[in-house]
């Protein structure tokens, strides 16, 4: 899954990062040219800075329809402490996505444990793919916690790992993922990782080899595993498809 941009990069940090929806088009029909296969998308406001609108992510999926018919693509909550849980929950209602990504510490903010679970419940019945942030690994125990208690109501939820932190220099280590993984080696679970810094492309073969599935781009990572800047998010998802021979 292609990451391009995520919420806090700007083109200082790199030109071919993208910001308006044309360029978010732009730059994922480059990446499935070199083997990616879904998009996690984020928009970004008339100023670049990352929304949570739901009309801007009404125009990025209609013109993601237009250009990739039946391509995987999946919206962010992610709040940046921006954005209140009820926001979240709101957008996800409003919006009704096909796909959506949701931080789990950030939707459980408000601690208001019953409103995250009539809003999960509430994606299971508009067959809305919810795939639930994990940033470390209490939350992973926090998370079967919750699978348990029904909260989180799907019988294979979806995951994602995050091997970090959105902080500057953060570089993941490839000896994390088998523990994060070990976390859920008795469940069935749809589970996936993204990774930060040079150690990336390693740390999503590992994550793969495991039976997981990567997620790669710009949000996490500009640079090459040898350190060089990568030329596009296209160029980290060639990277990692060479890797994998």
Not at 58 to 68: G, K
Not at 95 to 119: C, F, H, N, W, Y
Not at 169 to 185: C, E, I, L, M, N
């Amino acid at each position: 899954m292609l990451a391009p941009n995520g919420a806090r990069k700007t083109k200082a940090d790199h030109p071919r990062l993208p910001v308006t929806v044309a360029e978010v088009i732009e730059e994922t029909r480059a990446a499935i040219a070199a083997g990616a296969d879904g998009l996690h998308a984020h928009i970004r406001d008339a100023e670049g800075k990352h929304s949570l609108d739901a009309g801007l992510y009404r125009e990025l999926l209609a013109e993601t329809d237009r250009a990739f018919p039946g391509f995987f693509v999946q919206i962010t909550t992610e709040a940046v402490g921006q954005y209140s849980a009820q926001v979240q929950r709101d957008l996800v209602r409003d919006l009704r996505p096909k796909q959506v990504s949701i931080g789990m510490r950030e939707i459980l903010s408000d601690g208001d444990e019953a409103a995250t679970a009539d809003l999960f419940a509430f994606c299971k019945v508009e067959g809305i793919g919810v795939q639930h942030i994990l940033y470390s690994e209490e939350e992973c125990r926090e998370f079967i916690a919750l699978h348990d208690k029904l909260v989180i109501p799907d019988e294979v939820p979806q995951i994602l790992h995050v091997l970090g932190r959105y902080s500057v220099g953060q570089v993941s280590d490839p000896t994390d993922v088998a523990r994060r993984a070990a976390h859920f080696a008795d469940r069935k679970v749809d589970w996936g990782l993204c990774a930060f810094g040079q150690s990336e492309t390693d740390c999503l073969i590992a994550a793969l080899a495991l039976g997981g599935k990567a997620r790669i781009g710009f949000e996490n990572n500009l640079h090459h595993p040898d350190g060089r800047l990568a030329d596009s998010n296209a160029a980290r998802v060639a990277d990692l498809v060479a890797r994998l021979g």
